[in-house]
Every structure is written in structure tokens, then in C-alpha cells.
């Protein structure tokens, strides 16, 4: 009898400790899709790892559709198609409606942020290319991706860093970003700008051709005024993970958001809640899986700023776990105050200009969308 009593005890034990498990685990759909960067990509890989711990925790099945270009990371998130999206600096762009979102189709889009990693950026050249600064950049092979504002205009803007435009380098377009960034190894290009763990860039390290980081000093002041007037999202950034940097040597580069796991303003707050949950609880899963996964942990990569206004599902999460602030309150009203004048203006300028050719709306467009962001200054 003892035996069977000891054994009752044990199953009430474990049948409660079931049932406050499922009482806490996140309610996570059977299937999700997530879109992001084209396979090989630091996005893809860090979207994978994730996915992989969703799937052995939770047994969420998760599809990733991989994309080269902004534009098809972006379609199935808007259609309905997709759950979640990994972009680049693209839910910046679609939120206010700039650069290849400045058309009658798109322009500004009620985007959310759920987390977004902190990585950085410079323009990364071949060894042999003879690029020490940005200023050596001119005349150069630049690798630029079609249809893809992300990396198009963080170059831009790392390039006025030195004080050239697009007019002072030869700019190449590739059809990908894989394309764009295998580029230097093939000698297509001699420099581009991207986040400094693709994998492309460790062939490159390798390759007969080396690489090298051109440096964006932190005390050069005019040139972070002419790099911020261009894209003013990112900041000074001492970056001690890049493909072919010494260990304990860090490269100077800017700090922006990649990849931002990104929802569209209507997704249930718990379906998002649920989401972040199940980011928080599995971190112990992937955050090795790349170099620089551990910067998902969300006192990281759940504050401001951030390339759009974080979901009301997601602020919830992190006000439970203290790590939202009455400052991260503060600049997210900001920054959606930012997005309802962007969208307001949008719909009374596509209504009053319906007629223009594309060319002169988007031109035409981006002249009143600095006009709204100057106002709200």
C-alpha cells in the first residue's frame, strides 16, 4: 500500500507540474511562415535557429520563405501569407512610405516590431581593393541589390560618410544579395555595405582577396552629420564580431536593427504576446547558433530604437518581465505619432495626385513626407 500511495503522490506531482506547464508554455499555432533574407544570409541562418527551437520546444512547425529583395520579404507579410517577417532596414522605408516605397502601390504601412537584434554596418571591402577609409571607395566597384532599399541606402549614407555620392563610385546592381554579396570574392565588386557576419563575407576573409572594414569614427562629426541626413537610424557602434576581425580587435561601424522580426499592426496582440514568449523562453536554444545570436536576448533586443513602433503584444511581454520603461513608452509614442502623420498624409496627397506619373508622385511624395517629419520636430 505504501508503494502505491508513494506512486499516487508522484503522478499528482508530475500530472500538476504538466498542467502548469501548459498553463505557461506560449500558445503557439501548429504552423507558422516567416519570410527573410535570401539563404547564406545572417537573417536566413538567425531566423533558422529560431525557427529550430520553436520547433524542438514547442513542436511549431515553421516554413521560411527566403527573399533577396525587401519587396518579396515584404508581399506575403501584407497578403496575409505570412506570420512574421525578418527584415532589414525595409520596415523603415514601408513605414514611411521612402525610396522604393514611394509609389501609388505602397507608401507609409502600419508596421509593428516584435524584437530586433542590434548589428552593425560599414562598407566592407575586398582586401585587395585598396579601400582603408570611405573616402578611398571612390571610383570603385560598389555592389549594390535590385529592389532593395536596406542595403542600397545604408550604403548611400555610409558613402556621404566620406563625402561622396553615387555619382564619385561604379555602382552594381545584382539581382540578390547573396548575388551582391558574393560579388567581392568573384572580383564583381570591390566593396558593399551589409552587416559583417554573412556568411559570403567569411569566403571572402578566406579568399585570395581578404577584406577589410573601412572605419566610421565616432568623433568624425561632419561626417555623421552628412551619413545621418541620408538615413537617420543609426549611430556609432564598436562591432567585435565580423567575419575575418582578430579576436579582440573591434572594427568601428554604425549600430542599426537587423534582422527586426516584424508583424503588421492588426495581428492579435496575444497571438504576439505568445510570440516574444516563446523568443524569451527559448534564447537558451539558439542563441549560439550564430556569433551574434546572443543579442536576441530581449534587454537587448526589445528596446528602442527601433525601426517602427513595437506591437502592443510585444510592450506587454516586456512590461511583465521589467525591461520596458516609462522611456521606451515615451519614444514609442513618438514614433507612432511619427506613422499616423505619415499615413494621414498620404491618404490626402495619393487622393489630390492620383493623376501624376510615378516618377513625379515619388518625387513629389518625398518632398511632403520631409515636410510631415520636419513638423513633428
Not at 541562418?45 to 516554413?63: H, K, L
Not at 544579395?177 to 554573412?198: F, G, L, Q, V
Not at 563575407?201 to 569614427?217: K, N, V
Given at each position: 500500500m505504501k508503494k502505491l500511495a508513494v506512486f499516487g503522490a508522484a503522478s499528482v506531482l508530475a500530472c500538476t507540474g504538466l498542467a502548469a506547464w501548459a498553463q505557461s508554455a506560449p500558445d503557439l499555432p501548429d504552423t507558422m511562415v516567416w519570410t527573410a533574407y535570401d539563404v547564406g544570409s545572417a537573417g536566413y541562418a538567425e531566423a533558422s535557429a529560431i525557427a529550430d527551437?520553436?520547433?524542438?520546444?514547442?513542436?511549431?512547425?515553421?516554413?521560411?520563405?527566403?527573399?533577396?529583395?525587401?519587396?518579396?520579404?515584404?508581399?506575403p507579410l501584407l497578403q496575409g501569407r505570412a506570420d512574421y517577417a525578418f527584415l532589414a532596414t525595409e520596415a523603415f522605408f514601408l513605414g514611411e512610405g521612402a525610396y522604393d516605397f514611394a509609389t501609388p502601390e505602397w507608401g507609409p504601412t502600419q508596421l509593428r516590431a516584435v524584437a530586433g537584434r542590434p548589428a552593425g554596418i560599414t562598407l566592407i571591402a575586398a582586401?585587395?581593393?585598396?579601400?582603408?577609409?570611405?573616402?578611398?571607395?571612390?571610383?570603385?566597384?560598389?555592389?549594390?541589390?535590385?529592389?532593395?532599399?536596406?542595403?542600397?541606402?545604408?550604403?548611400?549614407?555610409?558613402?556621404?560618410?566620406?563625402?561622396?555620392?553615387?555619382?564619385?563610385?561604379?555602382?552594381?546592381?545584382?539581382?540578390?544579395?547573396?548575388?551582391?554579396?558574393?560579388?567581392?570574392t568573384r572580383?564583381?565588386?570591390?566593396?558593399?555595405?551589409?552587416?559583417?557576419?554573412?556568411?559570403?563575407?567569411?569566403?571572402?576573409?578566406?579568399?585570395?582577396?581578404?577584406?577589410?572594414?573601412?572605419?566610421?569614427?565616432?568623433?568624425?562629426?561632419?561626417?555623421?552629420?552628412?551619413?545621418?541626413?541620408?538615413?537617420?537610424?543609426?549611430?556609432?557602434?564598436?562591432?567585435?564580431?565580423?567575419?575575418?576581425?582578430?579576436?579582440?580587435?573591434?572594427?568601428?561601424?554604425?549600430?542599426?536593427?537587423?534582422?527586426?522580426?516584424?508583424?503588421?499592426?492588426?495581428?492579435?496582440?496575444?497571438?504576439?504576446?505568445?510570440?516574444?514568449?516563446a523568443l524569451d523562453e527559448t534564447f537558451d536554444l539558439y542563441k549560439d547558433g550564430t556569433a551574434t545570436m546572443s543579442r536576441w536576448s530581449l534587454d537587448r533586443s526589445g528596446k528602442p530604437a527601433i525601426d517602427i513602433p513595437f506591437h502592443e503584444g510585444a510592450i506587454r511581454y516586456l512590461t511583465e518581465k521589467g525591461i520596458w520603461t516609462d522611456e521606451d513608452q515615451a519614444w514609442n509614442d513618438r514614433r507612432q505619432a511619427r506613422m499616423d502623420a505619415l499615413v494621414a498624409a498620404w491618404d490626402e496627397f495619393r487622393a489630390e495626385n492620383a493623376e501624376m506619373?510615378?516618377?513625379?508622385?515619388?518625387?513629389?511624395?518625398?518632398?511632403?513626407?520631409?515636410?510631415?517629419?520636419?513638423?513633428?520636430?
Amino acid at each position: 500500500m505504501k508503494k502505491l500511495a508513494v506512486f499516487g503522490a508522484a503522478s499528482v506531482l508530475a500530472c500538476t507540474g504538466l498542467a502548469a506547464w501548459a498553463q505557461s508554455a506560449p500558445d503557439l499555432p501548429d504552423t507558422m511562415v516567416w519570410t527573410a533574407y535570401d539563404v547564406g544570409s545572417a537573417g536566413y541562418a538567425e531566423a533558422s535557429a529560431i525557427a529550430d527551437a520553436f520547433g524542438r520546444e514547442y513542436g511549431t512547425r515553421v516554413r521560411i520563405q527566403p527573399s533577396g529583395s525587401g519587396i518579396g520579404r515584404l508581399q506575403p507579410l501584407l497578403q496575409g501569407r505570412a506570420d512574421y517577417a525578418f527584415l532589414a532596414t525595409e520596415a523603415f522605408f514601408l513605414g514611411e512610405g521612402a525610396y522604393d516605397f514611394a509609389t501609388p502601390e505602397w507608401g507609409p504601412t502600419q508596421l509593428r516590431a516584435v524584437a530586433g537584434r542590434p548589428a552593425g554596418i560599414t562598407l566592407i571591402a575586398a582586401g585587395d581593393a585598396g579601400i582603408a577609409t570611405v573616402e578611398d571607395a571612390r571610383g570603385k566597384r560598389i555592389a549594390f541589390v535590385a529592389g532593395n532599399p536596406s542595403v542600397n541606402v545604408k550604403c548611400e549614407a555610409i558613402l556621404a560618410f566620406g563625402g561622396l555620392t553615387l555619382d564619385d563610385v561604379e555602382v552594381i546592381t545584382f539581382p540578390t544579395y547573396a548575388a551582391a554579396m558574393s560579388s567581392m570574392t568573384r572580383n564583381e565588386a570591390d566593396a558593399t555595405c551589409t552587416t559583417p557576419t554573412t556568411s559570403q563575407l567569411y569566403e571572402l576573409a578566406e579568399s585570395p582577396r581578404g577584406i577589410a572594414y573601412a572605419p566610421l569614427e565616432p568623433g568624425n562629426d561632419a561626417g555623421w552629420d552628412q551619413l545621418l541626413t541620408v538615413l537617420p537610424i543609426m549611430s556609432p557602434s564598436d562591432e567585435d564580431v565580423a567575419a575575418g576581425l582578430p579576436e579582440g580587435e573591434t572594427a568601428k561601424m554604425a549600430a542599426y536593427r537587423y534582422p527586426v522580426i516584424t508583424t503588421t499592426a492588426d495581428k492579435p496582440a496575444d497571438e504576439v504576446y505568445a510570440f516574444i514568449k516563446a523568443l524569451d523562453e527559448t534564447f537558451d536554444l539558439y542563441k549560439d547558433g550564430t556569433a551574434t545570436m546572443s543579442r536576441w536576448s530581449l534587454d537587448r533586443s526589445g528596446k528602442p530604437a527601433i525601426d517602427i513602433p513595437f506591437h502592443e503584444g510585444a510592450i506587454r511581454y516586456l512590461t511583465e518581465k521589467g525591461i520596458w520603461t516609462d522611456e521606451d513608452q515615451a519614444w514609442n509614442d513618438r514614433r507612432q505619432a511619427r506613422m499616423d502623420a505619415l499615413v494621414a498624409a498620404w491618404d490626402e496627397f495619393r487622393a489630390e495626385n492620383a493623376e501624376m506619373d510615378e516618377a513625379a508622385f515619388s518625387e513629389a511624395w518625398m518632398n511632403r513626407r520631409n515636410e510631415v517629419v520636419a513638423s513633428l520636430d
